[in-house]
């Protein structure tokens, strides 16, 4: 276990840019507090490059690559690679993209690295939409929300696809080390964080990071909510390692979908049968996982 | 000296990447390219090449990852053809806007569809703009010696800028010569170590690829455009050096195969130069005064050497192995642009030749030679671009 007098506070510096209450900022800022100084970041196109990197408000106190939208996974091969010829294997490299940068425009890239088994840590922020352009579904979106390109009119186009389930994915690949986690959980979270630093190979972290400006819920209410996700049993905290995959985190009385709906703008829409199917689907999962 | 041994082009930039030490190699197949990548990949295998090799799962990666890898001071390369140079494009503008000296072989090969793995320049030509030196050979031998100089020209602190060799598919890549592969030692002292001043370090974090408002990404360009300049002498200097080491050179950026008194001078870029110089040699032996410029480096474009070979001629023909559609071929509108900026004025039309393949035999050669001769007695081009092997007349 992570014990809070031993994580530094200096490789996020003062000055980013990003939102009060924002949530992708939380997991980078938790995850490098785990990692410390020996530590190469490659940020994408993203909520976090934009409010990290841009000169003079550069946040970042480790060294920073970034990259193209698509190519966190294979900027991370590029650096492992370039570290291991120079005898520096010992610097952990650090990829951290979006939701949209993971699992939809970065997939493919992120199935190769994993696949030849090179040694990283990636960490999946997931604010379920491609905030940094204004709030377009991804694949990551759930269902039932309203995003920029999922608006609702009279057409009621809402979201009507679930998430993509990243765990899963990369469980296919057979990863040494995959966690689903949330902010709202930073023991948990950053415990992950270590066990992915200490995994020989490719290890991935999947985290809720909610974002108050595409999720229309108050800057106050980030890790509230993040945790309401959990309790409601929406986000399961589950880890793949050693093959197996395993729910981490088991809710006893799971708290009613409809708190975690009612509670944010992008669901505002959302008729009460719409939410009643919704718990219908959450209790079905956890029926078949128990 | 070192050994003579009958290869194609690829393996022969093969052995120019092994003479130059390279460290990172990350690349995907791609026909006529391939034979590159895997003879790398034999001679790491065979232990006569210390290099980590990248088996990325696309070109998107191969070119990420060689951007990432050069960031840590990594010597790297890579080599595509065709749609694998059309999927990189996004990453080599991180690689040239972040001043990273990678070098990629592109074996030139036309663009699908019509789907066609077979020889012309629209590939490169496409990524003109990209901020990549483009270097184009003529040889096997040519292109072993100039992969070499690619990295020499790549690092050199005042240019920083990665580079593209460009050789042409099949007529190159596939074909066999003799090829002189030098010494170790010899290249040893003509290229040494890679050591950026800017690097991946975790003692001094820098921000790699930062981003910039408009008060200052003008700058960044501007200093990229001066590193870009500054390779055309650089390069003519690392050809010369080479020369005195190796004992082979290229004649810089723009050879001139007997210009200095030619009234009809052709300028071509890769292997159909050696076609157009025995066609200079016997249209001389029947009185014409014939010469050709071999346009070797791209981009930086050579405007003043490229004047310096044609200023005298009468005629000048350019021909190119790709199109701007809606307009002319690339290099003819490079060359205008350049007699023009030197207060010159000389009749010139474009020939557009070779496409997809398609063969051009010294005969076609001396047609243009004879169109060259016509204009020179007219004063001026009928029709400034022309089509040459068409199966149908225009
Ligand atoms: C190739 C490419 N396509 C599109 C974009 C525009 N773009 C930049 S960031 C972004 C969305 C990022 O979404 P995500 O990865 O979820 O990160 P977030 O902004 O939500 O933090 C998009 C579409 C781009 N930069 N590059
Ligand atoms: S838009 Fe959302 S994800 Fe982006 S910085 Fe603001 S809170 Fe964070
Ligand atoms: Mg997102």
Redesign the interface.
């Known amino acids: 276990m992570i014990k809070l007098q031993d994580i530094t506070e200096e490789e996020l510096l003062y000055g980013s840019l990003a939102c009060a209450g924002c949530g992708g900022i939380i997991a980078l800022r938790m995850a490098l507090k785990v990692l410390g ?4 970041l ?1 940020l994408p196109a993203g909520c976090l ?2 409010t990290c ?3 003079p408000q ?1 946040a ?9 939208f ?2 966190t ?7 492992v ?6 005898g ?1 294997e010992d ?1 952990t490299v650090l990829g951290v993209a979006g939701d949209g940068g993971t699992a939809d425009i970065g997939l ?2 992120l ?2 690295s994993v ?2 088994g090179e040694n990283f840590v990636y960490i999946c922020y997931d604010n379920e939409a491609y905030m940094n352009t204004g709030g377009q579904r991804s694949s990551e979106t759930p269902y039932g929300a309203w995003t920029t390109t999922t608006p609702v009119g009279r057409n009621k186009m809402w979201e009507d696809k679930p998430k993509k389930d990243l765990l899963r994915i990369l469980a296919a690949h057979n990863i040494p080390y995959a966690a689903r986690t949330s902010i709202s959980h930073p023991r948990e979270y950053m415990d992950s964080v270590r066990k992915a630093k200490e995994t020989k190979g490719p290890a991935v972290i999947h985290v809720l990071a909610p974002c108050p400006s595409g999720w229309g819920t108050d800057t106050s209410k980030t890790v509230e909510l993040a945790r309401l996700a959990v309790e409601t049993g929406i986000w399961e905290m589950a880890e793949y390692e050693n093959g197996k995959y395993k729910v981490t985190k088991i809710i006893k009385n799971r708290k009613p979908v409809k708190e975690y709906i009612k509670a944010q703008g992008r669901y505002r829409h959302l008729p009460d049968e719409e939410i009643e199917k919704m718990q219908k689907q959450v209790d079905e999962y956890w029926k078949a996982m128990s | 000296m070192g050994k003579r041994e009958f290869i194609n082009g690829n393996n022969a930039v093969a052995y120019g990447v092994k003479l130059a030490r390279a460290e990172i190699v990350a690349a995907y197949p791609i026909t006529p390219q391939t034979k590159i990548v895997e003879q790398i990949s034999e001679f790491i295998s065979n232990g006569e090449m210390n290099a980590e090799f990248i088996k990325v799962e696309s070109e998107h990666t191969a070119m990420s990852a060689c951007y990432a890898a050069s960031c840590t001071g990594a010597r790297t390369f890579t080599a595509t053809s065709s749609q694998g140079l059309l999927y990189m494009f996004e990453m080599m503008q991180f690689t040239s806007g972040q001043r990273r000296p990678v070098v990629m072989a592109n074996v030139n090969r036309a663009i699908s569809p019509p789907w066609t793995i077979w020889l012309d320049h629209q590939d490169s030509i496409s990524t003109r703009d990209a901020g990549w030196i483009q270097i184009y050979v003529e040889s096997a031998q040519e292109a072993l010696d100039t992969t070499i100089q690619c990295f020499k020209v790549a690092e050199n602190k005042e240019v920083l800028t990665p580079v593209m060799i460009c050789l042409d598919a099949f007529v190159l890549s596939h074909t066999e010569e003799l090829v002189d592969i030098p010494e170790q030692a010899e290249i040893d002292r003509f290229l040494p170590p890679f050591e950026p001043d800017y690097k991946v370090d975790v003692n001094r974090p820098l921000t790699i690829a930062a981003g910039t408002a408009p008060n200052l990404y003008m700058e960044f360009r501007f200093t990229q455009q001066q590193g870009m300049l500054k390779a055309i002498n650089l390069w003519k200097k690392a050809d010369e050096e080479f020369g005195r080491l190796v004992g082979r050179s290229y004649g810089g950026v723009v050879e001139n195969y007997k210009c200095s008194d030619a009234d009809v001078i052709l300028v071509t870029m890769g292997s159909l130069s050696s076609t157009a110089k025995d066609v200079v040699d016997s249209l001389r032996e029947q009185g014409t005064r014939a010469g050709l410029a071999k346009l070797r480096l791209y981009r930086p474009f050579p405007e003043k050497e490229i004047f310096d070979a044609l200023k005298s001629a009468k005629a000048i023909g350019v021909v190119d192995r790709s199109l701007s559609f809606g307009f002319e071929g690339s290099v003819f509108s490079d060359v205008k642009a350049a007699l023009y900026n030197n207060n010159c004025c000389i009749p010139g039309v474009n020939f557009i030749v070779g496409l997809g393949g398609r063969d051009v035999t010294a005969d076609d050669l001396k047609k243009m030679y004879d169109k060259l001769q016509y204009i020179q007695k007219n004063g001026k081009a009928e029709q400034t671009v022309e089509f040459i092997g068409l199966r149908w007349s225009e």
Not at chain 1, 37 to 40: C, Q
Not at chain 1, 60 to 68: E, F
């Open positions: 100084k020996n530590t190469v490659v490059m934009a990197g841009f000169f550069m970042v106190n480790v060294p920073l690559v970034s990259t193209a698509p190519s996974p294979s900027t991370v091969s590029g650096l690679a370039g570290l291991k010829v120079k520096k610097i493919q890239a199935s190769g696949e030849r």
